[in-house]
């Protein structure tokens, strides 16, 4: 069959961030694309894969398994389990996991897994940084938002505490205290805030309080401008926490500033992730400072790269 004409199941979590890069690569294959939410009945639902063995009985869903995929995507733990038992159910079926499993590779044809998860094998892909469901035609496509400038703009993309950053008061104020001094010293430019889901209500309202008057700002209600600002924004600022985010913007190949959170515990992983973006010039630390610099890099867009890759290796096997 031809590569294009490929069924496709992605298999998730539900979580935005997990569907945004099965999405983005199985896009690359096909648009005939059945998502899929894994529901494991418990002990499953909390072990690690290969504790207990798989079967049938394992999953809630209700799988229209009379109708296989040519192609199965997976990301994340839960969806292990359930690629894994497609795998054994139709050995002919190609599984592709996004990344590190956590298992043995070979229960997968494809891993693509980041530079910065640190692993490799034959049967491994690495990607730089995350892969998402952008694209140019994406972003070329998206509508203008009334009243939202889309001239001398600079967004601001705001994560929020996890694991392993700090995302408290204290350090709402010190990015607040950043963009008062930039916009005070480029009354032109248009500051557009966004925050992300994982923004506590705590640092909306201090967002709010300290920028509310000098930016126009999306703090969860109404459409949300992401798309737009990765259009029109002439620089991005984000915050470190998020891996996502940062690969997202840097599709556009415009500047990014990294607003650097403290840590709880450091991570080699995100260390790995900020140190090969500053490689490649696509972040710099965004400190204090009158004026935002002008940078250049190679846009990534690391779903298509990836999917290049995979399609190259499939025609060869099938040889």
Same mark, same amino acid.
């Given at each position: 069959m031809n590569i294009t004409n490929y069924k496709i199941w992605t298999l998730t979590d539900g979580s935005e961030g997990m569907v945004s890069q099965v999405l983005g690569l199985a896009k690359e294959f096909s648009d005939e694309i059945l998502e899929i939410k894994t529901n494991l009945y418990f002990p499953w639902s909390f072990l690690q894969p290969g504790i207990l063995p798989i079967n049938k009985w394992t999953f809630k869903n209700n799988l229209p398994i009379e109708d296989k995929p040519n192609l199965v995507i997976s990301c994340g733990r839960k969806s292990v389990y359930l690629s894994i038992f497609l795998k054994k159910k139709y050995n002919d079926i190609i599984n592709i996991h996004i990344q590190n499993p956590k298992i043995s590779f070979d229960n997968f044809n494809y891993i693509v897994a980041p530079n910065h998860d640190m692993i490799s094998g034959k049967n491994v892909i690495n990607s730089i940084g995350a892969l998402h469901k952008f694209s140019p035609t994406i972003i070329t496509n998206t509508k203008d938002i009334k009243n939202l400038p889309s001239k001398n703009l600079i967004s601001c993309i705001i994560g929020g505490q996890n694991n392993h950053y700090?995302?408290?008061? #204290? @350090?709402? &104020?010190? $990015?607040? =205290? #950043? $963009? /008062?001094? /930039? #916009? =005070?010293?480029?009354? &032109? +430019?248009? /500051? /557009?805030? +966004?925050? %992300?889901?994982?923004? @506590? %209500? %705590? +640092? =909306?309202?201090? +967002? #709010?309080? =300290?920028l509310g008057e000098i930016s126009n700002l999306w703090l969860g209600e109404g459409y949300n401008p992401y798309v737009f600002s990765l259009k029109y924004s002439s620089h991005f600022i984000l915050t470190s926490d998020s891996t996502s985010m940062i690969s997202e913007s840097a599709i556009t190949g415009k500047p990014i500033y990294i607003h650097h959170l403290p840590y709880k515990r450091i991570s080699k992983r995100l260390e790995s992730f900020h140190n090969e973006f500053r490689m490649l010039n696509i972040t710099r630390d965004f400190v204090f400072t009158k004026s935002l610099s002008n940078w250049t890099y190679n846009p990534l867009n690391e779903s298509k790269r990836i999917s290049g890759i995979i399609k190259e290796r499939i025609i060869e096997d099938s040889k």
């Open positions: 700090n995302f408290g008061p #204290k @350090e709402a &104020e010190s $990015l607040c =205290k #950043k $963009l /008062l001094d /930039l #916009k =005070k010293h480029n009354p &032109e +430019i248009n /500051l /557009l805030i +966004i925050s %992300s889901r994982r923004t @506590e %209500s %705590s +640092i =909306k309202i201090i +967002i #709010k309080n =300290k």
